[in-house]
């Protein structure tokens, strides 16, 4: 089914010989099982862009895992950043899907003294960033009538955490704008949509203190953390599945319900 070409049913995924998917945030836990699992689950057909922003090292292992696979370094919180995303993917192809996963979740600032200063960086980088990568990209797929987009949110979207106003504000609008593409990208024939994880095995979640973690794991129905490979599946699942739509899916083992 994947590997038809594109252009004889918008309706349908379909992939073709010069077909790139970008993931940001490559570098990091959930975006490197996510570009791993798109290697594996299209079978080579789609060519990976690894983006990363500081940790090029952890880029570079996730490149070894995935040939063909090639690496960009980009702040994605900047209007140049992006450009240099989007100009070097386009230098190598087409871009058929963009997973919209770098993100932020520090500092961690009591509503009552949020700042001007955490503001920029989660606005920057969890909202201008895959808002501006949704237009751009997303320009690219309605020319080409064919793509898709998979934003990652947060379970914190929707709950209220001590210390994460700023980033629950940035992945709300994030849901809001997945749907908002999703109703204008349609009928051009590309597909947006969001993946939710919970609370989930990576760098992001190491760095939590012990108390904090324990407090989120009491929250999670399953009583245990979620691993990369879980939300990667979820973002797979967005990607082929040709009839979904400004769905936005939770995978977050029952947390918070
Ligand atoms: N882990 C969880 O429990 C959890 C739960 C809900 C949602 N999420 C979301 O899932 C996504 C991935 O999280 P993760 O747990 O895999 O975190 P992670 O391991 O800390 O990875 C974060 C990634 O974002 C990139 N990044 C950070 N700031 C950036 C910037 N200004 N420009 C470009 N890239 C930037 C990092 O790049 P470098 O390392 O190369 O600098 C890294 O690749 C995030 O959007 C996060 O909010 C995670």
Not at 62 to 68: A, K, L, S, W, Y
Request: net charge negative.
């Amino acid at each position: 089914m994947l590997f038809a070409p594109r252009k004889l049913a918008l309706e349908s995924v379909k992939i073709m010989a010069n077909d790139i998917a970008v993931v940001t945030g490559a570098s990091g836990g959930i975006g490197a099982a996510v570009a791993r699992t798109i290697h594996q689950k299209s079978e080579g057909a789609l060519r990976l862009c690894l983006h990363y922003n500081g940790n090029k090292n952890a880029a570079e292992a996730v490149q070894r895992d995935i040939p063909g696979s090639f690496i960009v370094q980009a702040d994605l919180s900047t209007t140049d950043g992006r450009k240099v995303l989007l100009d070097s993917a386009l230098a190598e192809g087409e871009p058929f899907a963009l997973v919209n996963n770098a993100g932020v979740d520090r500092p961690h600032e009591p509503a009552l003294t949020v700042s001007e200063e955490g503001f920029d960086r989660f606005i920057g980088t969890n909202l201008c960033g895959p808002l501006f990568l949704m237009r751009d990209f997303g320009r690219e797929m309605a020319r080409a009538e064919a793509g898709t987009i998979v934003n990652v949110s947060s379970v914190l979207a929707r709950m209220a955490v001590p210390g994460s106003a700023l980033y629950r504000a940035s992945k709300a609008a994030l849901e809001a704008l997945t749907k908002q593409f999703a109703e204008e990208l349609g009928p051009k024939g590309v597909r947006v949509n969001a993946v939710v994880p919970g609370f989930i095995e990576t760098p992001m979640t190491d760095a939590l203190r012990p108390e904090m973690r324990a407090a989120f794991i009491d929250r999670i129905a399953l009583g245990r953390l979620g691993q990369p490979e879980a939300v990667a599946e979820t973002v797979w699942h967005c990607i082929e599945s040709d009839y979904l739509n400004g769905a936005v899916i939770a995978i977050d083992g029952g947390m918070g319900l």
